[in-house]
């Protein structure tokens, strides 16, 4: 098994294990895709990835992290999906998408506007909404915490989403569970203090988790497969941990889930991450041994040695990269040719592959 071995996962099938990894792009008017989307991610596609996953998609418009995000709460949004993923299949790989909802993190600027809370005035919104009525941080909104109507509205609004995702052609849904938005902090101890059958007990905390899946599943093709990413560990005493994270694995796999995407940190802003090359990469070995479920590995993964060696040690059955991604829309072509496997370049840049 290597990375250029193609995988099928339910009914679908993937030309290799490299994925695009959701990155927020902060480029939407009223949470609507446009020619941005359309390059970026179709550029991914003519690169050689597997998956081509479009960033984080906002379930609700205020479960956006900001007014710039991607959405998929109202049909206007579906068209300009659907081209995007017509243009991503055309050239090879799966198109997926990733449901979101931002929670505490919502309301607030793009990074290069310095990602601090957004008025009215500037496109923002109040309330926000979390478990517990919580900040982020001493400077950040204070959210309001969630009643029973306002999570079922939530649990409504993912089912919602992955109908219209279905009709937009995504072959893929990912869930957001991890970085600290909003199901994240449903699942840490340090975000979520209710005392209802939402919060206490590991049981309690991964209520929501459940209902979701459960609302995405019900509309969701058998066929098609269903991911889950998660933070494996908040990084901080008494949080959310690996154990945890295993626990959760034996537990969503039944509920029709077919791989965690393991990244980790993001719920408490002062959390010591030891950061270094392919840091989360244990997580994803770890939960794969541990939970049976397939994993995919994500940060801080550069090379297409570091890559490869990922999936031929069985630590992952998915590698997922984003800033490289960003550096070299090509990087799997380029990996290819670096590891010495087939890869198909498009015709329109054949010319201009090295050759021996």
Same mark, same amino acid.
């Given at each position: 098994?290597?990375?250029?071995?193609?995988?099928?996962?339910?009914?679908?099938?993937?030309?290799?294990?490299?994925?695009?990894?959701?990155?927020?792009?902060?480029?939407?008017?009223?949470?609507?895709?446009?020619?941005?989307?359309?390059?970026?991610?179709?550029?991914?596609?003519?690169?050689?990835?597997?998956?081509?996953?479009?960033?984080?998609?906002?379930?609700?418009?205020?479960?956006?992290?900001?007014?710039?995000?991607?959405?998929?709460?109202?049909?206007?949004?579906?068209?300009?999906?659907?081209?995007?993923?017509?243009?991503?299949?055309?050239?090879?790989?799966?198109?997926?998408?990733?449901?979101?909802?931002?929670?505490?993190?919502?309301?607030?600027?793009?990074?290069?506007?310095?990602?601090?809370?957004?008025?009215?005035?500037?496109?923002?919104?109040?309330?926000?909404?979390?478990?517990?009525?919580?900040?982020?941080?001493?400077?950040?909104?204070?959210?309001?915490?969630?009643?029973?109507? !306002?999570?079922?509205?939530?649990?409504?609004?993912?089912?919602?989403?992955?109908?219209?995702?279905?009709?937009?052609?995504?072959?893929?849904?990912?869930?957001?569970?991890?970085?600290?938005?909003?199901?994240?902090?449903?699942?840490?101890?340090?975000?979520?203090?209710?005392?209802?059958?939402?919060?206490?007990?590991?049981?309690?905390?991964?209520?929501?988790?459940?209902?979701?899946?459960?609302?995405?599943?019900?509309?969701?093709?058998?066929?098609?497969?269903?991911?889950?990413?998660?933070?494996?560990?908040?990084?901080?005493?008494?949080?959310?941990?690996?154990?945890?994270?295993?626990?959760?694995?034996?537990?969503?796999?039944?509920?029709?889930?077919?791989?965690?995407?393991?990244?980790?940190?993001?719920?408490?802003?002062?959390?010591?991450?030891?950061?270094?090359? !392919?840091?989360?990469?244990?997580?994803?070995?770890?939960?794969?041994?541990?939970?049976?479920?397939?994993?995919?590995?994500?940060?801080?993964?550069?090379?297409?040695?570091?890559?490869?060696?990922?999936?031929?040690?069985?630590?992952?059955?998915?590698?997922?990269?984003?800033?490289?991604?960003?550096?070299?829309?090509?990087?799997?072509?380029?990996?290819?040719?670096?590891?010495?496997?087939?890869?198909?370049?498009?015709?329109?840049?054949?010319?201009?592959?090295?050759?021996?």
């Amino acid at each position: 098994m290597h990375l250029f071995d193609p995988i099928t996962i339910r009914a679908v099938a993937f030309r290799n294990r490299i994925a695009v990894s959701p990155m927020c792009q902060y480029s939407c008017e009223d949470g609507s895709a446009n020619d941005w989307h359309l390059v970026h991610l179709g550029a991914r596609a003519i690169g050689g990835a597997g998956l081509v996953m479009t960033e984080a998609n906002a379930v609700s418009p205020e479960g956006r992290i900001s007014p710039a995000d991607l959405g998929l709460w109202k049909d206007e949004q579906m068209e300009p999906l659907a081209r995007i993923v017509r243009f991503i299949e055309k050239n090879g790989a799966v198109a997926g998408t990733q449901l979101a909802h931002a929670g505490r993190k919502a309301s607030t600027s793009a990074p290069w506007q310095g990602g601090g809370p957004v008025d009215a005035s500037n496109g923002g919104w109040r309330p926000i909404y979390a478990p517990s009525a919580i900040p982020f941080t001493h400077d950040s909104i204070l959210p309001e915490a969630l009643d029973k109507a !306002g999570i079922a509205r939530i649990v409504r609004a993912f089912g919602e989403a992955a109908r219209r995702a279905l009709a937009c052609g995504f072959k893929v849904i990912e869930i957001h569970g991890a970085h600290g938005y909003l199901l994240s902090e449903f699942l840490s101890p340090l975000s979520n203090h209710r005392t209802d059958e939402y919060g206490g007990s590991f049981e309690n905390r991964t209520r929501l988790l459940r209902e979701v899946i459960a609302a995405i599943r019900g509309e969701w093709t058998e066929g098609l497969p269903l991911f889950l990413r998660i933070s494996a560990t908040d990084w901080t005493e008494g949080g959310w941990t690996i154990r945890d994270s295993i626990a959760l694995a034996r537990m969503v796999k039944p509920l029709g889930v077919d791989l965690l995407d393991c990244s980790s940190g993001g719920n408490l802003p002062d959390a010591k991450i030891p950061l270094g090359a !392919g840091y989360q990469v244990p997580f994803a070995a770890q939960i794969r041994r541990e939970g049976g479920v397939m994993t995919g590995a994500v940060g801080m993964i550069t090379s297409p040695q570091q890559a490869d060696q990922i999936i031929r040690n069985g630590d992952a059955d998915l590698v997922l990269l984003a800033r490289e991604f960003l550096r070299d829309p090509q990087w799997p072509l380029h990996a290819a040719q670096a590891l010495g496997q087939p890869c198909d370049w498009p015709v329109q840049y054949d010319r201009a592959r090295p050759r021996p």
